[in-house]
T-cell receptor, first 118, second 114 residues
Framework: GAVVSQHPSRVICKSGTSVKIECRSLDFQATTMFWYRQFPKQSLMLMATSNEGSKATYEQGVEKDKFLINHASLTLSTLTVTSAHPEDSSFYIC??????????????FGPGTRLTVL | AQSVAQPEDQVNVAEGNPLTVKCTYSVSGNPYLFWYVQYPNRGLQFLLKYITGDNLVKGSYGFEAEFNKSQTSFHLKKPSALVSDSALYFCAVRDISNTGKLIFGQGTTLQVKP
């Protein structure tokens, strides 16, 4: 149980276009999802915390108008990279907390999406 | 401020030998600690966690970790390394803000040679 999927797994786009990445909890409901960015051989950088039915909370330095997050249901959160540029190329990973899983705050991670902006 | 440190960028061990990947933490209050593993171009897989109870925590794939409060450490261990254990390992601590955020260490690459 506790499987998280991401779609697409890999995307290549032209500079200036927008790209949407989906994060789904397949067998559980997730009240909270997290979006991370990872550069090669580096740690995960938390971009934002997404709560179902409310606005996302962005970490300092992350442009909310650039990285639009929507968490419309208990099983789906989306990250849209707007007007993408080559510097946005990265590995984006989402994770989810299971609804009702109080206290331990274990997160279940998706497989990641490799974004390449030409 | 809370933080997690993994002092080694890379650990090299021979297959069959014991391995240790180090992690130290700095938090106020009781820590919730986690270890995750990442294979190339994949997301993170949960290995184990310490919440409370026994200081020695057993996890997936034969890994274990020892919580040491006096040394503020949570080192990952395995008695006998496999080549397939070669991957990137992350230690993490739960943020005290109660948002569920995890604070990750910088990661340690484990290389197990045949």
């Amino acid at each position: 149980g506790a499987v998280v999927s991401q779609h697409p797994s890999r995307v290549i786009c032209k500079s200036g276009t927008s790209v949407k990445i989906e994060c789904r909890s397949l067998d559980f409901q997730a009240t909270t999802m997290f979006w991370y960015r990872q550069f090669p051989k580096q740690s995960l950088m938390l971009m934002a915390t997404s709560n179902e039915g409310s606005k996302a909370t962005y970490e300092q330095g992350v442009e909310k108008d650039k990285f639009l997050i929507n968490h419309a249901s208990l099983t789906l959160s989306t990250l849209t990279v707007t007007s993408a540029h080559p510097e946005d190329s990265s590995f984006y990973i989402c994770s989810a907390r299971r609804a009702g899983d109080r206290g331990h705050h274990e997160q279940f991670f998706g497989p990641g999406t490799r974004l390449t902006v030409l | 401020a809370q933080s997690v440190a993994q002092p080694e960028d890379q650990v090299n061990v021979a297959e069959g030998n014991p391995l240790t990947v180090k992690c130290t933490y700095s938090v106020s209050g009781n820590p919730y600690l986690f270890w995750y593993v990442q294979y190339p171009n994949r997301g993170l897989q949960f290995l184990l966690k310490y919440i409370t109870g026994d200081n020695l925590v057993k996890g997936s794939y034969g890994f274990e970790a020892e919580f040491n409060k006096s040394q503020t450490s949570f080192h990952l261990k395995k008695p006998s390394a496999l080549v397939s254990d070669s991957a990137l390992y992350f230690c993490a601590v739960r943020d005290i803000s109660n948002t569920g955020k995890l604070i990750f260490g910088q990661g340690t690459t484990l290389q197990v040679k045949p």
